[in-house]
């Protein structure tokens, strides 16, 4: 039933920016925290970000801290991830979740690249 749907990824120059979108769907969106992750080919799923419910405060990893922002409107039920500064280390697959929660988007890939 918990739905989330990630969007806004592409090719980006070193240096560029790009914001992700994440529409949730079948749960009470406004209630919960929520996360950002990613995934290169080849490696582990990195936390990239947390959210509190309410929008007020957000917690970032070493490898993003100063470039990435997490925003949310829990009247329309989004979240989007803000990076800045990008790098060709941050290209992968981000995703949006919510914690204690199974499901997982499709993802959007993010590639860095000249």
């Known amino acids: 039933q918990v739905q989330l749907v990630e969007s806004g990824g592409g090719l980006v120059l070193p240096g560029g920016s790009l914001r992700l979108s994440c529409a949730a769907s079948g749960f009470e969106f406004r209630r919960y925290g929520m996360r950002w992750y990613r995934q290169a080919p080849g490696k582990e799923r990195e936390w990239v970000g947390t959210i509190t419910n309410d929008g007020n405060r957000a917690n970032y990893p070493d490898s993003v801290q100063g470039r990435f922002t997490i925003s949310r409107d829990n009247a329309k039920n989004m979240m989007w991830l803000q990076m800045n500064n990008l790098k060709p280390e941050d290209t992968g697959v981000y995703y949006c979740?919510?914690?204690?929660?199974?499901?997982w988007g499709q993802g959007t890939q993010v590639t860095v690249s000249s």
């Open positions: 979740n919510v914690p204690s929660f199974p499901a």
